[in-house]
């Protein structure tokens, strides 16, 4: 007889409901689609919106997302969070500079974006380099679901049930050889279907394409996600659409968006953030109340989930995220205040 | 006073305070109903803090645009657009301080000790009380020329807003530095003025 022991990061699967969405989730699946594309039309959101532009509002025709097959994952990894945080939400909130820096402007600017042709090419010091095309990101391996808490270093957070498949049978596919101790990631570059690439104001001022790095024993621990969709269906752009990382005991920025190329280098890239504004972004951003940000604390965080002002949503900031159990052990002997 | 000049300054304050109340009264029930995206507590924050921004900077505006114009009643609606520049800056950092940190007041003490932004902000709003309760006519009477030195901090303000809005930004800086810019033209022309103090 098999016998499970749930790590202490897991919560039992009761414990994860949102009153209602997610117990009757796998029955509301198929209409969904249709209360996700409403949900987000009715929050055209005033959020950013300063005196001077109260009047330009437009509603945008939705990005169409499709239904996906997948495995219930197993217990001690997918269930560890407390509540959802609603799909209207987490597709809204976005930061995804490629579509605009404001948290409103992806979901906005992001609709009319191409995922089909899509080209993902794994390279780098690997035996087996290889390129998966638009299905075969859905179809080369078995998609779990995985119910993650996001901590973004705003310090805000989201728990986001994702689907996908753990990065490392990607990587094992390529046959890494000895010379790879990082692994690189990288977002499309296409100022044409992305306006914060083509305006530096509505990029936020960073040099494209966004850059991201793990180390390999980071990206081959069985957390690390990709995911290719989110609430039983595929990524809506603004989330990162076709495919995305997901690192769920590092900070949001790690998590890139919209990956073209995966590449096995030996020396520690420079990734984005790190490169803008170093004393405020590290390379391995793990999530951490000990450690400041410069400009704000990091002990607690602002957890999104329904409600409005009114939501007592404040909680404490765990370390690595609540993912101590399955990921501390990487950085035995490191001086996480200095390799922040 | 003429009577076109009361009747203007009435329509005007009439205008300023519907401008200035309805899109506050209306925030404040989209956000409580969740109806303002997926953080109202970030929204009710950044829209209240460029409220009070734009109004220290439309307060500003009024005696240069009194002379400039000629139109002296503008100067009697100057101490309202003061007062609702005030209200903005206290429903920022009440919503600050209620929807953000939830009443945790030593995360609040920590914040304004180690943080820049918040401490310039912070001292802002304190110079921003002191001309609000001068604002009151009977001790504007009484504090005599005092006063005006008093109220000449308002140029001091306005750089500390713009520094705060400008250090906590996350990357991209053209919106606050065309704050700044802005602020620059509206303090230089009062730079004999603020020469004197120097």
Redesign the interface.
């Known amino acids: 007889m098999l016998i499970k022991s749930p790590k202490p990061s897991a919560l039992k699967e009761n414990q994860v409901t949102d009153e209602g969405i997610y117990q009757s989730r796998r029955t509301l699946l198929k209409s969904l689609g249709f209360i996700g594309a409403s949900g987000l039309l ?2 055209t ?8 532009d ?1 009047f330009k509002k437009n509603p945008v025709k939705a990005f169409t997302v499709s239904p996906l097959k997948y495995q219930q994952a197993p217990l001690e990894i997918s269930v560890t969070a407390q509540i959802l ?1 609603p799909e ?3 597709t ?2 976005n930061n995804f ?1 490629e579509f605009g ?1 404001q ?2 402007q992806p979901a906005q600017l992001a609709q009319q974006f191409k995922v089909k042709p899509w080209q993902l090419t794994i390279s780098g010091h690997c035996n087996n380099p290889l390129t998966l095309d638009y299905d075969d990101l859905f179809s080369s391996f078995e998609l779990e679901e995985r119910i993650y808490r996001l901590r973004c270093v ?1 310090a ?1 957070s989201m728990v986001i049930p994702w689907l996908g498949f753990s990065l490392t049978k990607l990587l094992q596919k390529a046959q890494p050889n000895s010379r790879a101790k990082y692994v690189v990631f990288e977002t499309l570059y296409d100022p044409e279907q992305m306006p914060g690439q083509k305006n530096r ?1 509505l ?4 040099s494209y394409p966004y850059v991201e790095g793990l180390r390999i024993d980071e990206a081959m621990n069985p957390l690390t996600l990709m995911s290719v969709g989110l609430y039983g269906k595929t990524l809506p752009p603004q989330n990162g659409a076709p495919i995305r990382l997901v690192v769920p005991w590092k900070y949001g920025f790690k998590s890139i968006k919209s990956i073209v190329a995966i590449k096995f280098v030996e020396q520690q890239p420079a990734n984005t953030w790190n490169t ?2 170093p004393n405020e972004y590290g390379f391995y951003a793990n999530v951490n109340p000990t450690v ?1 940000h410069p ?3 990091q ?2 965080e ?1 957890r ?1 989930t ?9 909680i404490k900031t765990q370390m690595f995220n609540g993912y101590g159990e399955e990921v501390a052990e990487l950085y035995k002997g490191m001086d996480l205040s200095k390799y922040y | 006073m003429k009577r076109s000049q009361k009747t203007k300054t009435l329509l005007l304050k009439v205008a300023i305070h519907l401008a200035a109340l309805l ?1 506050i009264i209306n ?2 029930i ?15 924050i ?2 209240t803090g ?2 009070a921004f ?1 109004l220290l900077l439309i307060t500003l505006c009024i005696s240069p645009l009194a002379k400039l114009l000629k139109q002296s009643f503008l100067m009697n609606v100057r101490r309202l657009l003061g007062l609702y520049a005030f209200t903005y800056t206290l429903l920022h950092l009440i919503n600050f301080i209620a ?4 009443f ?1 007041f030593s ?1 609040l003490l ?2 304004i000790i ?2 820049p ?1 918040i401490t310039i902000g912070m001292l802002a709003f304190v110079l921003l009380i002191l001309l609000a309760i001068t604002s009151i006519t009977k001790l504007k009477r009484s504090m005599g020329s005092n006063w005006q030195k008093l109220h000449n901090f308002n140029y001091f303000i306005v750089f500390l807003v713009a520094v705060h809005f400008y ?2 930004v ?5 919106e606050p530095l065309l704050y700044f810019m802005m602020s620059f033209i509206l303090l230089m022309w009062r730079r004999k003025k603020i020469q004197r103090w120097f």
């Open positions: 009715a929050q959101s005033t959020a950013n919106a300063g005196l001077f109260l945080t209207a939400k987490v809204s909130h500079y820096a948290k409103s705003e805000w104001r990029g936020g001022g960073i803008l504004i400041d400009r704000w604390s002990a607690s602002r999104i329904s409600g409005g002002l009114l939501a007592r949503n404040r | 899109p925030l404040y989209d956000a409580f109903a969740d109806q303002l995206g997926a953080d109202p507590v970030k929204a009710v950044h829209y460029i409220g734009n929807f953000d940190l939830q945790d995360l920590s914040e180690k943080r932004y250090w906590s996350k990357s991209d800086v053209s």
